[in-house]
């Protein structure tokens, strides 16, 4: 058994280019590989990170413990019918955690993995806690996954493992508009969300907000336009505001703004194809893409689409038109860049590489990809790491918002649009009266333009990124202790959830 166990995990820590640690230590009823990675688990990392920022909000123990507890670990297993002729059965493994119940409901993605463990799944709804913190964004931290790769089932049969993975949920009361509202993370996405909703809907008829049970659902089923890039969009509108702050990019020898940043993308998922997107849109050069069978650079930039689809069609980025080859996927993170945007698992900048990267920004758009032994490193070569706590905080931003238009049962703009359009119409009307000179039309439909739905969902989450990072970088001037962007995040996440525990009354 003992020996079952260590290959397995062997196996599922040589995932992608990652290095196969040495050391077995069992926590949250996981086997860590502890050498070449790190010797803190990820939940151990955002303890770490937590106890180091913990020293400058004044708050005492009793409170900080209660923030950085995991409040409610919800471990499941449960059968699923698989097969064309539904003759074979499959148990599977999977998790609900809700780390905080400070603002309710709780809210976090659901990762497909075979590395789902507890510690992850305890970890990234830690960080869920803090990112809705710092955005303003009423939830407690959540988080859920299922161990399973989704590329070795079909369609119907991951149709029935999220069926019932959303039953039991609903079984034990880990879901609900009110309760616990999942959301997508690595491995799903629209198509599980709205499977997760339909079984939420069968099983609690007429809850008039049911839609409001997770988020990131396709339009038809309650879903917001804008949730599927917003994630990207969000580490767009961070890193470009970061971009626009003169003296932090003089220190960093860079010159101010996006445009002609050179910038290396880690995962072409939802979240990295739509960092890509909108750094390219943005006049960035996308120099280089990894995805875990290789990576492909080249220095005049790389269209995403085009990328997606060769990769689509062959199965591989490889032997990109034009691009040339990284034999080794992690070689694209040590590429010299100005940005370097790891959007794909935790733990792949570690203190083996992090000596090797030139890049004067990174990006975290995933979750924990930096480990608290890199971050040291980093830190020290001036390298400044914009904190996955604040960066990647635009999926959960909008998510709100979708959760917001479920309960008001309306599309965002449907009020508003059309008045607006008339009351536009008319300033501009006087306006060619008064100077007797007509407005070109190309002029004129922007100016007379109401807003549609995503125009406010990319507006709403414009406005909560830029104002998110002065928060920040304001914590970092009024704190001169503080050494790093992340410790700047979490103090100012402790403290939002501290006044909110305090105001329960709890605490003296
Ligand atoms: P995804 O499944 O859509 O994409 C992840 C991509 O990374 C896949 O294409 C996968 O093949 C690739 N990948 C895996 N290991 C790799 C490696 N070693 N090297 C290069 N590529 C590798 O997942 P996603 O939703 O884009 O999530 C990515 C990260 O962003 C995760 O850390 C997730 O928790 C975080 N995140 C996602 C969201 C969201 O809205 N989806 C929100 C916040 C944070």
Request: aromatic letters at 8%; glycine letters at 10%; hydrophobic letters at 40%.
């Amino acid at each position: 058994m003992q020996s079952y166990e260590l290959l397995a995990d062997s196996f599922l820590f040589g995932h992608g280019n990652f290095i196969v640690g040495l050391q077995r230590k069992r926590k949250n009823n996981t086997i860590f590989m502890t050498v070449g990675l790190s010797k803190y688990s990820f939940f151990e990392t955002v303890e770490y990170n937590f106890d180091k920022a913990a020293a400058f909000t004044g708050f005492d123990a009793g409170i900080l413990e209660q923030i950085k507890a995991c409040n409610s670990v919800y471990q499941m297993k449960f059968p699923v019918r698989m097969g064309q002729n539904l003759d074979r059965v499959e148990v599977f493994e999977a998790y609900r955690v809700q780390h905080s119940h400070h603002k309710t409901p709780c809210k976090g993605g659901i990762r497909f993995s075979m590395d789902v463990n507890q510690d992850e799944v305890m970890a990234l709804a830690s960080l869920m806690t803090y990112k809705c913190a710092i955005v303003n964004v009423p939830f407690g931290g959540g988080k859920g996954g299922i161990k399973v790769d989704p590329k070795k089932y079909t369609p119907l049969e991951l149709e029935r493992i999220t069926r019932r993975y959303a039953a039991e949920l609903v079984k034990k009361n880990f879901i609900g508009p009110g309760i616990d509202v999942p959301a997508p993370d690595y491995g799903s996405g629209e198509r599980e969300m709205g499977w997760i909703a339909d079984t939420y809907l069968a099983m609690k008829p007429g809850d008039v907000d049911g839609l409001g049970c997770v988020t990131g659902k396709p339009i038809a089923q309650g879903g917001v336009r804008g949730r599927r890039e917003a994630t990207g969009l969000g580490v767009f509108y961070g890193t470009r505001e970061l971009c626009n702050q003169a003296d932090l990019m003089q220190k960093l020898g860079l010159t101010s703004g996006i445009e002609g940043k050179t910038v290396v993308v880690q995962g072409l998922g939802n979240v990295g194809y739509h960092s890509a997107k909108f750094f390219r849109e943005g006049g960035a050069k996308v120099i280089a893409i990894a995805e875990y069978e290789g990576a492909i650079m080249n220095p005049e930039g790389l269209d995403e689409e085009a990328v997606f689809q060769h990769r689509k069609s062959t199965g591989s980025i490889l032997n990109f038109p034009g691009a040339t080859n990284l034999e080794k996927s992690s070689e694209a993170l040590e590429l010299a860049c100005d940005i370097l945007i790891p959007a794909a698992l935790e733990n792949v900048i570690t203190e083996t590489n992090a000596p090797n990267i030139k890049a004067k920004i990174i990006a975290e758009a995933a979750n924990g990809p930096v480990t608290v032994e890199a971050d040291e490193i980093l830190n020290s070569k001036g390298i400044v790491v914009i904190p996955d706590i604040y960066l990647n905080a635009g999926g959960v931003t909008v998510s709100y918002f979708e959760w917001l238009k479920n309960l008001s049962h309306v599309r965002y703009g449907r009020m508003e649009k059309r008045f607006t359009e008339n009351m536009n119409s008319q300033i501009v009307q006087q306006i060619e009266n008064m100077t007797g000179r007509s407005m070109e039309t190309g002029h004129r439909s922007m100016i007379v333009h109401g807003p549609d739905e995503v125009d406010l969902i990319y507006s709403g989450l414009e406005e909560t990124m830029i104002s998110s990072l002065h928060d920040l970088l304001n914590t970092m001037r009024e704190n001169p202790g503080i050494d790093s962007m992340r410790t700047a995040a979490f103090v100012l996440a402790i403290k939002k959830v501290g006044v909110a525990y305090k105001e329960l009354g709890i605490f003296p």
